[in-house]
């Protein structure tokens, strides 16, 4: 009867971590909302709770109760399902990311038997530990383009429709640099198993390998979350709000749930693969984890406070012939490096 | 339960499948494609094979068909109207060449698999000794398939340096 405290204990992690990273959703809006405001010399939200800290959940319950005006689409499944496409890909990630180093005993004991959580690894904080994490997670992530597609087709507006084809080229030429940045870590790690990973930064984290790969991955991260300087899909100067123009109450809240939760996803990710995951000293190993993705959210926040959008033609131009060919370079050195010293 | 997952997986492959071909509507064609790519990854780690699994989700369904559903977004296409009954003769061909094809397939693979040798010298024991399938693939690929591997790559290195030549417009 092992498997169902098995079940019971992933279950249980499952809710909390779904619970924690919908919360951090919920404050990633208020933190940008906040920076922003700070940046701009404003104060930004401040009126519902102390410090504006209830802002989130007032947010919550407008979006929740707002009408859902249901348009007369020609392809209302495509157009109902979009939201949750994106929202769902955009969450699953976090199935593979480890967040802290154990999140429970080695061994428990259920009515009177011992059941020993560490032959499956139960017992750390981690809900599947993949052997190819980490090209589960480019696989999951890379599915979230549909639902942006799907929506900007299904909206029958023009400016969805361009929001929904940009994001298609888009996604193509930075998936690419992403995953070629993600490989020098590969290769210094020499595995994909994303424990494995963490476990190899215990001395130092791998930024200090992979300078070059950690400023890649990150470039390419914002394309994948599509956050300025490549928000193109919903650049409101030319498309309105693009590929979301056309949704309105929990189907746009699903929209930018899944905004949110892919910049979380990217942070956590890049937190994992360079920053040496929950590895520090003297703090509890989730909390680090916690802070370290803080850190990168707020780089997100920052970044979108310093830059002006590019134009489209600049995007692709620096998607193929400068991000492509320098991570490439960099795999080609990491390469050589591996094989000298490694 | 392997069973069930099989049947399930297997009949959501050949439906979807077919659906690409009967559905008037391009765009819906390339969501059955896309559908049938995840759930023959689902068919793949069944097998255990679980780096081809992610590979076919990753490339197939999260790369190749995002430019498929661009082009066909891009050109606008309209869902196929008045040549229907055209298509509806051409089925009746197809169905018989189909059929005839599958069976000549089935021959060979059949014949190939009763000449190898019982799957002893790279079964799941010698994986699960490499250290699991990644590994295992990676080093089979750059040992014993480091020629066909490398001679791919420089096909699939010639076909892209290709369409660059032909694509590009001549700048004077």
Same mark, same amino acid.
């Given at each position: 009867?092992?498997?169902?405290? =098995?079940?019971?204990? !992933?279950?249980?992690? !499952?809710?909390?971590?779904?619970?924690?990273?919908? !919360?951090?959703?919920?404050? &990633?809006?208020?933190?940008?909302?906040?920076?922003?405001?700070?940046?701009?010399?404003?104060?930004?939200?401040?009126?519902?709770?102390?410090?504006?800290?209830?802002?989130?959940?007032?947010?919550?319950?407008?979006?929740?109760?707002?009408?859902?005006?249901?348009?007369?689409?020609?392809?209302?499944?495509?157009?109902?399902?979009?939201?949750?496409?994106?929202?769902?890909? &955009?969450?699953?990630?976090?199935?593979?990311?480890?967040?802290?180093?154990?999140?429970?005993?080695?061994?428990?004991?259920?009515?009177?038997?011992?059941?020993?959580?560490?032959?499956?690894?139960?017992?750390?904080?981690?809900?599947?530990?993949?052997?190819?994490?980490?090209?589960?997670?480019?696989?999951?992530?890379?599915?979230?383009?549909?639902?942006?597609?799907?929506?900007?087709?299904?909206?029958?507006?023009?400016?969805?429709?361009?929001?929904?084809?940009?994001?298609?080229?888009?996604?193509?030429?930075?998936?690419?640099?992403?995953?070629?940045?993600?490989?020098?870590?590969?290769?210094?790690?020499?595995?994909?198993?994303?424990?494995?990973?963490?476990?190899?930064?215990?001395?130092?984290?791998?930024?200090?390998?992979?300078?070059?790969?950690?400023?890649?991955?990150?470039?390419? &991260?914002?394309?994948? &979350?599509?956050?300025?300087?490549?928000?193109?899909?919903?650049?409101?100067?030319?498309?309105?709000?693009?590929?979301?123009?056309? =949704?309105?109450?929990?189907?746009?809240?699903?929209?930018?749930?899944?905004?949110?939760?892919?910049?979380? !996803?990217?942070?956590?990710?890049?937190?994992?693969?360079?920053?040496?995951?929950?590895?520090?000293?003297?703090?509890?190993?989730?909390?680090?984890?916690?802070?370290?993705?803080?850190?990168?959210?707020f780089f997100f926040i920052w970044v979108r406070a310093t830059y002006p959008r590019v134009r489209y033609d600049q995007l692709m131009s620096f998607g193929w012939k400068v991000l492509l060919p320098l991570s490439l370079a960099n795999i080609l050195a990491t390469g050589c490096a591996v094989?000298?010293?490694? | 339960?392997?069973?069930?997952?099989?049947?399930?997986?297997?009949?959501?492959?050949?439906?979807?499948?077919?659906?690409?071909?009967?559905?008037?509507?391009?765009?819906?064609?390339?969501?059955?494609?896309?559908?049938?790519?995840?759930?023959?990854?689902?068919?793949?780690?069944?097998?255990?094979?679980?780096?081809?699994?992610?590979?076919?989700?990753l490339v197939y369904a999260g790369a190749v068909m995002v430019l498929f559903l661009f082009v066909i977004m891009l050109l606008n296409l309209k869902p196929r109207g008045e040549d229907r009954a055209a298509f509806k003769v051409r089925v009746r061909w197809a169905v018989p060449l189909v059929?005839?094809?599958?069976?000549?397939?089935?021959?060979?693979?059949?014949?190939?698999?009763?000449?190898?040798?019982?799957?002893?010298?790279?079964?799941?024991?010698?994986?699960?000794?490499?250290?699991?399938n990644i590994r295992a693939l990676g080093r089979l690929l750059f040992t014993r398939g480091l020629l066909p591997f490398e001679v791919t790559s420089v096909l699939l290195l010639v076909a892209v340096v290709g369409v660059m030549v032909l694509a590009k417009k001549e700048r004077r």
């Amino acid at each position: 009867m092992d498997w169902i405290v =098995y079940g019971v204990i !992933t279950l249980i992690k !499952t809710a909390v971590l779904l619970f924690v990273l919908l !919360t951090a959703v919920a404050y &990633a809006t208020l933190m940008e909302r906040k920076v922003l405001g700070f940046m701009q010399l404003r104060l930004g939200p401040n009126r519902v709770g102390p410090w504006g800290l209830l802002q989130p959940l007032a947010d919550g319950v407008k979006l929740f109760f707002k009408e859902d005006i249901s348009l007369p689409v020609s392809e209302p499944r495509l157009y109902a399902i979009a939201p949750w496409v994106t929202a769902v890909a &955009a969450i699953t990630p976090f199935l593979a990311i480890p967040f802290a180093d154990t999140v429970a005993p080695e061994t428990v004991e259920v009515f009177g038997r011992t059941v020993d959580l560490a032959q499956y690894g139960i017992h750390r904080g981690v809900i599947a530990d993949l052997p190819g994490a980490v090209l589960f997670i480019l696989a999951i992530s890379s599915l979230s383009t549909y639902g942006v597609v799907l929506g900007g087709w299904a909206s029958d507006n023009r400016y969805s429709l361009l929001g929904g084809i940009r994001v298609t080229a888009q996604m193509i030429s930075y998936e690419l640099s992403l995953g070629m940045a993600v490989v020098g870590v590969l290769l210094v790690a020499g595995s994909m198993r994303l424990t494995e990973i963490v476990d190899a930064q215990a001395r130092l984290p791998f930024i200090v390998y992979q300078p070059l790969g950690f400023v890649l991955y990150l470039t390419a &991260a914002f394309a994948e &979350a599509c956050r300025t300087p490549f928000d193109l899909i919903e650049c409101e100067n030319e498309l309105v709000a693009g590929y979301h123009t056309e =949704y309105s109450s929990m189907k746009f809240g699903l929209f930018q749930l899944a905004e949110y939760a892919h910049i979380i !996803t990217v942070s956590a990710v890049a937190v994992t693969l360079y920053l040496g995951g929950w590895q520090g000293p003297w703090l509890p190993s989730g909390l680090w984890f916690v802070l370290k993705t803080g850190a990168l959210v707020f780089f997100f926040i920052w970044v979108r406070a310093t830059y002006p959008r590019v134009r489209y033609d600049q995007l692709m131009s620096f998607g193929w012939k400068v991000l492509l060919p320098l991570s490439l370079a960099n795999i080609l050195a990491t390469g050589c490096a591996v094989a000298w010293w490694g | 339960m392997e069973l069930f997952l099989f049947v399930t997986f297997s009949a959501l492959t050949v439906g979807s499948a077919a659906a690409v071909v009967w559905h008037p509507h391009p765009v819906k064609s390339a969501l059955f494609l896309i559908l049938s790519f995840f759930s023959m990854g689902g068919l793949y780690l069944l097998l255990q094979a679980e780096f081809i699994a992610l590979m076919q989700v990753l490339v197939y369904a999260g790369a190749v068909m995002v430019l498929f559903l661009f082009v066909i977004m891009l050109l606008n296409l309209k869902p196929r109207g008045e040549d229907r009954a055209a298509f509806k003769v051409r089925v009746r061909w197809a169905v018989p060449l189909v059929l005839f094809f599958v069976g000549g397939v089935l021959t060979a693979v059949t014949g190939a698999l009763a000449r190898l040798a019982p799957a002893g010298s790279h079964g799941p024991d010698w994986v699960a000794a490499q250290g699991g399938n990644i590994r295992a693939l990676g080093r089979l690929l750059f040992t014993r398939g480091l020629l066909p591997f490398e001679v791919t790559s420089v096909l699939l290195l010639v076909a892209v340096v290709g369409v660059m030549v032909l694509a590009k417009k001549e700048r004077r």
